[in-house]
């Protein structure tokens, strides 16, 4: 037996296999310590900037394990996988087993580790709490031989087993893996490069393999090396964890108050998006819920449009197809996504909302990978691979049928049609050289102060088109129309550093197009849009970085326009006729430049870290020259390892759209800056090692925004009319968001998500004088003697309640609840109406404004996902089913043209998905 064989002597040894950042992991979220240098100082703030681990951690103190008395007696050996959080101190503040063996060696291996000390690890340069994978070998060895016996050594032959790791499913390489032959501490073992390889030189026989890899499962296997011969192999690791998690990080040190950052493979398993990463952001703090078909992001009490929406750095018209559909960006070609809510620096402008960003990623630097998914929606396929060292390549590309599956379902009428033709497409195309995806930023050549330039091409756009007919008997008249929306963007992206110095410069051009086509009026209007953005940053000490930059666009819009000259100018062709409205027909050119120079620095002084900022604004359009300086201060305090403080203030602007200074009537050629004051105070605090929570107040306000109509205003003639648009409108908003996230902690860790609720109040006014008539959301007019009164879009409470579970073998659950208070609306004030005779039509009777409210809006999402991992590739099949209970809320209200009742009008009822998706 074992134990007769071996002697009582034991053996009890750890091996430190990989160290590296578990991003999902709250542990990395620390703000930099006092006396420390900013986490990212010296790194562009590009969307998809990642921390970088520029120190690992050292064992400097270990304890040796007690073996466990009965597993000593039976003569067993084990080898226990943990996973060790370790303090920015280098203490052990958490062990975890990953696969428990039992036998009394896992209590024993955390009992021993608990007692470790190690070197603080650094993340950028900045000492900070990391995550280690640890294996805690106990073995017995054979007894030492007796005093006088002779110990023959014999030299055995070699062998040599050289190879390539891959990850199971994708075929990607794995790198920085242990490759050992045999459970012996003292056996040989290698790392495996930035490729996956790995060549060891081990005694010829039987190779009892076992590789240990960041992420993956313990893989083991046997060899039989021949001696004097090479054995080559090819070894498939199965990710750990089974899944992916679905978590919004809003963490990662950073220089806004709230940046909630989210990356592709947590939110793709989210219920409600579709697997669309984009859609996540719509169940964040602050969000608004904007009616299903609008498309629209209601930031803290914003209005629409006042949301700015970027793609690496490049502003674009829209997020999401057909006004709420899915979003313009593959699901694949996302990185992450960064939302700022507000308080966002001055390398941000053109806004006075909040701002999303969305990052691409770069194509992959190991091998041929791709995937294609296929829906009921649309189906589209996503590929990347190197082309040589150091060049690669990505594209993408979707088209939805939904267009051919509508005829099926609408229904039909005796003697008429109903056609809804609703269709869509987008593509990406990016090409990277320099730096492989996943290379720090700060490697040696870069510190010891050489250069390394870095960039990319890439080009994007989308189509939208919407066609619908009406006609028969059951209609009052035939009704067609037909809509066009679709952007295309080219962008270069160079990055260059030097020391503790960095550049990145993006030129960009484009061209946007919409088209509408409604009975008698017409419209096509094309933007060409030329840009550039130039960001330079240096670190002049561990205390002080400052970055200055330009950002300059140049718009040039035609509109060619026809439609029927407005009422009142009709004339009667014959006697008896109808009366007939002249066709107008524009042709109406415009050219627009807005560029802006921007400054801020970060500043570190004992535990604060300040971000003041300037961003100066110069729009030219015709004669107009409008000007704006936007302040900016942000604020952050390291009260503990674990609580943080942050504030931040600042003014922010945003140009009017180019279109709206055409001249009068059709536009307004005086028209400013829109203004506002954007101002929040919070605290985040890590309750534990994978709990945290996020508290933050916020007051805006809002001043010379666009209103239409516009001002009364006299011409020179003596006659009055009303300006279109103008700079009158004012708003506010305060409320408190709170966000409560729960992480996995390892990989037998099932549960994950976050919970997340807003209160908040929006109102809208005008700070000059109304304009007769009504025109408001819900009917009916502000009255005059308030200058606030609640904004169409405010929602008191906004609840959102994410989970994700994971069942196991390639199952997963998820689940998303969403409840916001209903939007307000003008009631009709009794069952009487009053008839125009002149204008033969009647008109409502209003009670008190805004004075009701629709229906609360609350709705349950279910997701499961089955994954099936082959050796080369993953086939993945989901059911993605919103409005679960089939809730009828209400989306908008109409009143029936006697004004007597009001109809309600439902938003989706119970949606399932079904897709499949294919990767590798």
């Known amino acids: 037996m074992l134990g007769h064989a071996m002697s009582s002597t034991l053996k009890a040894r750890g091996a430190l296999v990989a160290a590296s950042l578990l991003l999902a992991a709250p542990v990395l979220a620390q703000a930099p310590q006092a006396g420390a240098p900013p986490s990212d100082a010296a790194t562009p703030p590009a969307a998809q900037a990642q921390p970088t681990i520029t120190k690992p951690p050292e064992l400097v103190q270990q304890v040796e394990a007690q073996f466990p008395p009965e597993a000593l007696a039976q003569g067993l050996t084990a080898s226990v996988r943990l996973i060790i959080t370790i303090a920015d101190d ?59 016996a002779e110990a023959e050594e014999v030299e055995q032959p070699k062998a040599t087993l050289t190879g390539q790791l891959i990850s199971r499913g994708s075929r990607s390489r794995v790198p920085n893996a242990t490759v050992r032959c045999g459970d012996d501490p003292d056996a040989p073992e290698v790392m495996s490069d930035e490729d996956g390889r790995f060549t060891l030189e081990v005694p010829a026989g039987t190779c009892e393999v076992r590789v240990v890899a960041t992420g993956f499962q313990l893989y083991q296997t046997k060899e039989e090396l021949k001696a004097n011969e090479t054995t080559e192999v090819n070894f498939y690791l199965a990710p750990s964890g089974g899944g ?23 939110a793709q398993k989210t219920p409600g998006s579709f697997g669309d990463p984009i859609r996540v952001i719509q169940s964040l703090p602050g969000v608004a819920r904007a009616p299903f078909i609008s498309g629209e992001l209601l930031v803290r009490g914003s209005n629409p449009g006042q949301t700015s929406t970027m793609m690496d750095g490049v502003q674009i018209p829209l997020l999401f197809h057909l006004l709420g559909g899915p979003s313009v960006v593959n699901a694949e070609f996302i990185d992450q996504l960064d939302f700022f809510p507000g308080g966002y620096g001055s390398q941000y402008g053109r806004a006075v909302g909040g701002i999303v960003e969305v990052g691409t990623r770069k194509g992959a630097s190991d091998t041929l990978h791709g995937s294609v998914k296929v829906d009921l929606l649309d189906a589209g396929f996503f590929l990347e691979s190197p082309i040589t060292d150091g060049i690669s390549v990505a594209a993408a590309a979707r088209r939805s049928y939904i267009d051919a599956i509508l005829p099926a379902v609408l229904p039909e009428t005796e003697g008429g049609t109903l056609s809804v033709v609703p269709r869509y497409w987008d593509y990406q195309l990016r090409v990277d050289f320099g730096a492989k995806r996943g290379t720090p930023n700060d490697d040696a050549a870069v510190t010891a102060g050489g250069a390394r330039s870095s960039g990319y091409i890439m080009a994007f756009g989308s189509d939208d088109q919407l066609r619908i007919v009406s006609t028969g008997p059951e209609t009052e008249r035939d009704l067609e129309l037909n809509t066009r929306t679709n952007f295309h963007r080219v962008k270069g992206d160079w990055t260059y550093r030097k020391g503790a110095m960095w550049s990145v410069f993006t030129p960009f051009v484009g061209m946007d197009r919409s088209d509408v086509d409604f009975g008698m009026a017409r419209q096509e209007g094309k933007t060409y849009t030329l840009g550039a953005r130039e960001v330079l940053g240096i670190e002049l000490s561990s205390a002080l970085t400052v970055r200055t930059g330009l950002d300059l666009v140049f718009e040039h819009e035609r509109y060619d326009v026809s439609f029927p000259a407005p009422g009142g100018v009709e004339y009667v062709p014959f006697p008896g006729a109808e009366p007939v409205g002249q066709q107008l027909e524009e042709q109406i050119a415009l050219s627009a430049f807005d560029g802006a120079l921007f400054l801020e620095a970060d500043l570190l002084v004992g535990r604060f870290t300040f971000t003041p900022g300037v961003r100066g604004n110069l729009q030219t359009v015709g004669n107009t020259r409008n000007l704006a300086l936007d302040p900016r201060l942000w604020v952050r305090y390291a009260a503990t390892s674990r609580t943080n403080l942050k504030g931040s203030l600042g003014l922010y602007s945003q140009p009017p759209e180019t279109f709206r200074f055409i001249t009068a009537p059709y536009g307004n050629p005086d028209l400013a800056y829109q203004r506002a004051f954007q101002s929040s105070l919070g605290v985040e605090h890590r309750i534990t090692d994978v709990l945290n929570v996020d508290v933050t107040g916020f007051f805006n306000r ?26 009158d409108g004012i708003g506010r908003a305060y409320g408190v968001e709170v966000m409560l996230k729960k992480e996995r902690a390892s990989a037998t860790d099932k549960w994950s998500g976050w919970l997340s609720y807003t209160f908040s109040r ?78 033969n039509r009647y008109n409502a009777t209003f009670g008190p404004y805004f004075s009701d409210r629709t229906g609360g809006f609350h709705q349950l999402d279910v997701r499961v996902d089955k994954s099936w991992r082959f050796q080369s590739w993953t086939l993945t099949a989901y059911l993605d089913v919103q409005n679960l209970y089939n809730a009828k809320n209400v989306e908008f209200v109409f009143n029936d043209y006697r004004f007597r009742r009001e109809y309600e009008v439902p938003g989706i009822p119970i949606l399932p998905v079904v897709g499949v998706k294919g990767s590798f």
């Open 702 to 727: 809002r001043f010379n925004n666009i209103v239409s109509p516009g001002q009364l205003v006299t011409n020179e003639g003596g006659g009055v009319f009303t300006l279109p648009y103008s700079n």
């Open 90 to 148: 280098g203490s052990v503040a958490e062990v975890l087993p990953t696969e428990p063996v039992g036998n009394g060696f896992d209590e024993a291996a955390i009992a021993a580790v608990r007692q470790f000390r190690f070197s603080p690890a650094e993340v950028d340069g900045v000492p900070a709490p990391v995550q280690v994978e640890y294996v805690y070998h106990f073995t017995l060895t054979a007894p030492e031989p007796e005093a006088g």
């Open 762 to 839: 929006a109102e809208d006014g005008r700070a000059g004088p109304r304009p007769q008539g009504g025109g408001l959301f819900g009917g009916g007019s502000a009255p005059d003697d308030s200058t606030y009164g609640l904004s169409p879009w405010d929602q008191t409470h906004i609840l959102t309640l994410v989970a994700g579970y994971v069942l196991g073998d390639g199952w997963e659950l998820g689940g998303r609840f969403r409840y916001t208070s209903g939007r307000p609306m003008t009631p009709l004030a009794g069952g009487h109406d009053v008839y125009d005779a002149d204008r």
């Open 244 to 266: 992916l998690e679905t978590v919004v990080r809003s963490d990662r040190p950073k220089k806004e108050v709230v940046r909630r950052t989210i990356t592709r493979e947590e």
